[in-house]
């Protein structure tokens, strides 16, 4: 019985780190936006609508964007747009069209921008 035990668990346990996993994530970029640390971290998530023609900076359809930013976690997901990838979930923006000075907005009314610079 014990070894049956065993059997499953070693046959599951692989299975089991394969649900439970977060999408994979790329290196985090860390930069200033606003005179204070972010944190950008982004996820190839899982695709589920393939036909989408807009693959663009290597992120596909389920992707999306961790920042972490004065206290707060926002998840962005990757719109549609043509072109650059971009995120947002209606009140954040993300795109980098330079790597080193993302553009990185929030809408309050209107939309306030927030300068970023990469750093080391």
Request: aromatic share 10%; net charge negative; with cysteine.
């Amino acid at each position: 019985m014990t070894q049956l035990l065993a059997l499953v668990m070693a046959l599951l346990l692989p299975l089991w780190t394969l649900i439970a996993a977060p999408a994979a994530a790329q290196a985090a970029e860390h930069y200033l936006c606003g005179g204070e640390a972010l944190i950008a971290e982004l996820h190839q998530g899982a695709v589920d609508a393939g036909g989408i023609p807009n693959s663009n900076g290597g992120t596909v359809p389920g992707a999306f964007l961790v920042l972490q930013w004065r206290g707060v976690s926002l998840q962005l997901p990757r719109t549609n747009n043509a072109g650059t990838p971009s995120y947002s979930d209606g009140r954040w923006w993300w795109q980098a069209l330079d790597p080193d000075h993302p553009e990185f907005a929030q809408r309050r009314g209107e939309w306030e921008s927030y300068s970023c610079e990469r750093t080391p």
